[in-house]
């Protein structure tokens, strides 16, 4: 064990002494950052803008003047939310013998840059005619949710006075009704649903980039040393299963260092998050509490996890012959952790479906579905057990399995040697 401590306080100085973990480390919290406060940023900086419409109205009433005053509310939003568009509306009535013409003076008016759209309300709109729309803006989601807002609660009243419907009571009526989600056996809140799920996804992303990036490391350092045959002095004083244990926990120390240094960087983003969002008249929605037997879940299954894929992906090191090589047995080392990527969606709609049990009881998978699937759900405490103590053996055979193809591999030159030849290795190793 003191030797493979050695080999671990090697690599762990090595990886963080690299330009990649020191660059890493620095620009990682400020690429979350970017994610984060950069839509923001961009939605101030961009604004809503300002949009000219015409409003021609068929109907011979005061439904135009109703969508104008909407956009007109809309339009006084702007001064508080940045990303609002400020609407300058004209209202034009019109007949159905003069549409055709109306609508050709307007798109004049739009090519020659005086207007940027028009907005047609037909005579049999509040029987069931669509609006039609038509602009250079036709395409901004900011321009066009407050033209459909508009127009819906201005059709929508016209219809309630038309059926002597009191508006008051009809919006007391429809008002929506507050539901608080609880997880059993807890009197607080658990948070909206959406996102949970989004904690939850965060989660999975986290553990399946962070197994592919410090697990590969491994295969890139092992089969580098293989090449330079540095391996055969370093085995002559030091067992292989020694020497592949000391690579992988020191490798694995150093992502863990980097993902803490990553996670107390965001800890602290989030706590000043309402703060920051304040500055750009931006608001934060509630997060949900995050029990921490989710906490627990994401740092067993993403240490466990990189165990059992780092001893894949030093076999395959040891296996492959060139770096080209290496990347073609990549695949298959991924393969697993692809389809629990997968999952995610069979999560989001059932957490509690067979499907998703198997996935969680699965090794090569749990590491993805488990950590998400008690982001969103309770898991009943014999099948988080039974993952649990199906993880570890799954490892320690793995660890076993890989040692025997490492100890032979490594010392292996020339073509890359086949199914048989590693079947023979792991009998004979």
Same mark, same amino acid.
């Given at each position: 064990?003191?030797?493979?401590?050695?080999?671990?306080?090697?690599?762990?100085?090595?990886?963080?002494?690299?330009?990649?973990?020191?660059?890493?480390?620095?620009?990682?919290?400020?690429?979350? +950052?970017?994610?984060?406060?950069?839509?923001?940023?961009?939605?101030?900086?961009?604004?809503?803008?300002?949009?000219?419409?015409?409003?021609?109205?068929?109907?011979?009433?005061?439904?135009?003047?109703?969508?104008?005053?909407?956009?007109?509310?809309?339009?006084?939003?702007?001064?508080?939310?940045?990303?609002?568009?400020?609407?300058?509306?004209?209202?034009?009535?019109?007949?159905?013998?003069?549409?055709?013409?109306?609508?050709?003076?307007?798109?004049?008016?739009?090519?020659?840059?005086?207007?940027?759209?028009?907005?047609?309300?037909?005579?049999?709109?509040?029987?069931?005619?669509?609006?039609?729309?038509?602009?250079?803006?036709?395409?901004?989601?900011?321009?066009?949710?407050?033209?459909?807002?508009?127009?819906?609660?201005?059709?929508?009243?016209?219809?309630?006075?038309?059926?002597?419907?009191?508006?008051?009571?009809?919006?007391?009526?429809?008002?929506?009704?507050?539901?608080?989600?609880?997880?059993?056996?807890?009197?607080?809140?658990?948070?909206?649903?959406?996102?949970?799920?989004?904690?939850?996804?965060?989660?999975?992303?986290?553990?399946?980039?962070?197994?592919?990036?410090?697990?590969?490391?491994?295969?890139?350092?092992?089969?580098?040393?293989?090449?330079?045959?540095?391996?055969?002095?370093?085995?002559?004083?030091?067992?292989?299963?020694?020497?592949?244990?000391?690579?992988?926990?020191?490798?694995?120390?150093?992502?863990?260092?980097?993902?803490?240094?990553?996670?107390?960087?965001g800890v602290v983003l989030m706590s000043q998050a309402h703060a920051i969002a304040g500055m750009f008249h931006a608001q934060?929605?509630?997060?949900?509490?995050?029990?921490?037997?989710?906490?627990?879940?994401?740092?067993?299954?993403?240490?466990?996890?990189?165990?059992?894929?780092?001893?894949?992906? +030093?076999?395959?090191?040891?296996?492959?012959?060139?770096?080209?090589?290496?990347?073609?047995?990549?695949?298959?080392?991924?393969?697993?952790?692809?389809?629990g990527f997968l999952f995610m969606l069979p999560i989001i709609q059932n957490p509690s479906s067979g499907l998703v049990v198997?996935?969680?009881?699965?090794?090569?998978?749990?590491?993805?579905?488990?950590?998400?699937?008690?982001?969103?759900?309770?898991?009943?405490?014999?099948?988080?057990?039974?993952?649990?103590?199906?993880?570890?053996?799954?490892?320690?055979?793995?660890?076993?399995?890989?040692?025997?193809?490492?100890?032979?591999?490594?010392?292996?030159?020339?073509?890359?040697?086949?199914?048989?030849?590693?079947?023979?290795?792991?009998?004979?190793?």
């Amino acid at each position: 064990m003191n030797r493979a401590w050695v080999v671990i306080k090697r690599e762990f100085l090595e990886g963080v002494r690299t330009k990649m973990f020191i660059i890493g480390t620095l620009f990682g919290p400020l690429i979350m +950052a970017l994610f984060i406060v950069g839509p923001v940023l961009l939605a101030g900086a961009t604004g809503g803008g300002v949009a000219r419409i015409t409003i021609l109205d068929a109907t011979g009433g005061e439904l135009g003047q109703s969508v104008a005053t909407s956009l007109a509310a809309a339009s006084a939003r702007a001064s508080t939310d940045e990303t609002q568009t400020v609407f300058h509306t004209r209202v034009e009535g019109i007949s159905p013998e003069t549409e055709q013409a109306k609508v050709g003076d307007t798109r004049a008016e739009i090519n020659a840059g005086k207007l940027d759209g028009y907005l047609l309300l037909p005579a049999g709109i509040l029987k069931g005619d669509g609006a039609i729309y038509e602009g250079n803006n036709a395409s901004a989601m900011s321009v066009t949710r407050e033209i459909d807002r508009a127009v819906v609660s201005a059709v929508r009243e016209q219809r309630l006075d038309q059926a002597g419907i009191p508006r008051d009571e009809l919006t007391q009526i429809l008002a929506s009704v507050p539901v608080e989600k609880r997880r059993l056996g807890s009197e607080k809140a658990a948070g909206d649903a959406q996102l949970a799920i989004g904690v939850g996804y965060f989660i999975l992303f986290a553990v399946y980039m962070g197994v592919i990036m410090y697990g590969s490391a491994v295969g890139r350092g092992v089969q580098e040393e293989k090449r330079d045959r540095i391996v055969e002095v370093i085995l002559s004083s030091i067992r292989a299963r020694d020497f592949m244990a000391g690579k992988v926990l020191g490798i694995g120390a150093t992502g863990l260092l980097q993902m803490g240094i990553w996670a107390l960087f965001g800890v602290v983003l989030m706590s000043q998050a309402h703060a920051i969002a304040g500055m750009f008249h931006a608001q934060v929605p509630a997060l949900p509490q995050i029990p921490g037997v989710v906490v627990f879940n994401f740092l067993f299954y993403f240490i466990t996890g990189y165990f059992l894929y780092g001893a894949l992906f +030093a076999a395959a090191g040891a296996i492959a012959t060139n770096s080209q090589e290496l990347q073609q047995l990549q695949f298959p080392v991924l393969l697993p952790l692809i389809v629990g990527f997968l999952f995610m969606l069979p999560i989001i709609q059932n957490p509690s479906s067979g499907l998703v049990v198997v996935g969680s009881l699965i090794p090569f998978t749990a590491p993805l579905v488990v950590p998400m699937r008690s982001a969103v759900v309770d898991i009943p405490l014999g099948q988080w057990l039974a993952s649990i103590v199906l993880m570890i053996a799954t490892i320690i055979a793995m660890i076993w399995v890989a040692a025997k193809v490492y100890r032979v591999g490594v010392l292996s030159t020339g073509k890359r040697p086949t199914w048989a030849e590693i079947m023979r290795w792991l009998r004979t190793a």
